[in-house]
């Protein structure tokens, strides 16, 4: 059983940045598809980004050029820069994992077999 712990999540003005991290209770970026995804109040959860055990990265498209994810094998952590962060951004970011490839379905939540506890994104 796979833990995700998120972490770096907090309230910004328009334009600033943000880091968040994920540490996995297990080394596993070598085999699974990690993603970002985020959820705002009354919205359905939404892919925001995915890297492939290949390093391989999809952005949904109203991140791109803005966000960046990323992640330490050594540290078996995953990361996601947020910069010029708008206020439509605001969410629960949470971190996923499934023991196989992103292929053409990392935007589907029900394939991720776990999930962390959210961190709090605020751009006011």
């Known amino acids: 059983h796979v833990q995700l712990v998120e972490s770096g999540g907090g309230s910004v003005e328009a334009g600033g940045s943000l880091r968040l991290s994920c540490v996995a209770s297990?080394?596993?970026?070598?085999?699974?598809?990690m993603a970002w995804f985020s959820q705002a109040p009354g919205k359905e959860r939404e892919a925001v980004a995915v890297?492939?055990?290949?390093?391989?990265?999809k952005y949904a498209e109203s991140v791109k050029g803005r966000f960046t994810i990323s992640k330490d094998h050594a540290k078996n952590t995953l990361y996601l820069q947020m910069n010029s962060l708008k206020p439509e951004d605001s969410a629960m970011y949470y971190c996923?994992?499934?023991?196989?490839?992103?292929?053409?379905?990392?935007?589907?939540?029900?394939?991720?077999?776990?999930w962390g506890q959210g961190t709090q994104v605020t751009v006011s």
């Open positions: 996923a994992a499934r023991s196989a490839s992103c292929a053409l379905t990392w935007a589907r939540e029900d394939l991720y077999n776990w």
């Open positions: 297990e080394n596993i970026f070598s085999s699974y598809c």
């Open positions: 890297i492939d055990s290949d390093a391989t990265t």
